[in-house]
């Protein structure tokens, strides 16, 4: 079973519309939730009437690891995938089932128009002294993010990873694909949090109000 699914929202958590975050989430990570507990019967039954285990993996994001400004409800969404399947992985294990997660970094698909048009639309929902207090900011992040677009990987190169996760041991939980993603693992492990977050300050450059 592989859960994947999502859809993009953009906005300063001071304005957000409660409305499309919560679709937000229930697209991240209720859907996938729901369509776990409907299908661990089948995968149940697999386990039973094979000898190797049956195997759930779920897609996350490098959005799972470091968070991204302006994309709350994104973050809080895939940081909820990777504890739901890192508690599915002790719970299922012992029933045959093995759960791996993938985060992949920027990949080539179609959320990346729809978080423009997302922007977009905020943009054009804040009066003058909010955009004098954010628009900057939300370009300067929009900036950022159409630069990791431009070098993400295509969706063929993604679906190669999970073939090839899928079709061999299956040993390991997490599964990082893309070089930026990779990266970010690597700065996690190496980097105190603080210096972390001073890089991505320096890359953002954004505007004290």
Do not use: C
């Amino acid at each position: 079973m592989i859960n994947n699914a999502g859809n993009s929202y953009v906005s300063p958590t001071e304005h957000f519309e409660e409305e499309k975050a919560r679709n937000l989430l229930e697209t991240h990570f209720w859907g996938m939730a729901q369509l776990t507990r409907l299908f661990i019967p089948l995968l149940r039954q697999y386990a039973k009437a094979h000898s190797a285990p049956a195997r759930l993996l779920n897609i996350g994001s490098v959005g799972s690891l470091t968070a991204f400004p302006f994309i709350p409800f994104y973050n809080a969404a895939k940081f909820a995938v990777l504890g739901f399947s890192e508690s599915l992985r002790l719970e299922l294990d012992p029933l045959g089932i093995r759960v791996g997660i993938l985060l992949p970094g920027a990949v080539k698909t179609g959320i990346w128009q729809r978080t423009q048009a997302s922007l977009d639309e905020t943009l054009a929902s804040l009066d003058a002294d909010q955009k004098a207090v954010y628009a900057y900011n939300l370009q300067r992040a929009n900036t950022l993010s159409s630069a990791l677009e431009r070098e993400g990987l295509p969706p063929e190169a993604v679906a190669v990873r999970i073939q090839s996760i899928l079709e061999g041991p299956f040993h390991r939980f997490r599964y990082s694909v893309g070089r930026d993603a990779i990266l970010v693992g690597l700065l996690i492990r190496l980097l105190p949090a603080r210096l972390r977050l001073a890089l991505l300050r320096y890359q953002l450059k954004f505007r004290s109000a």
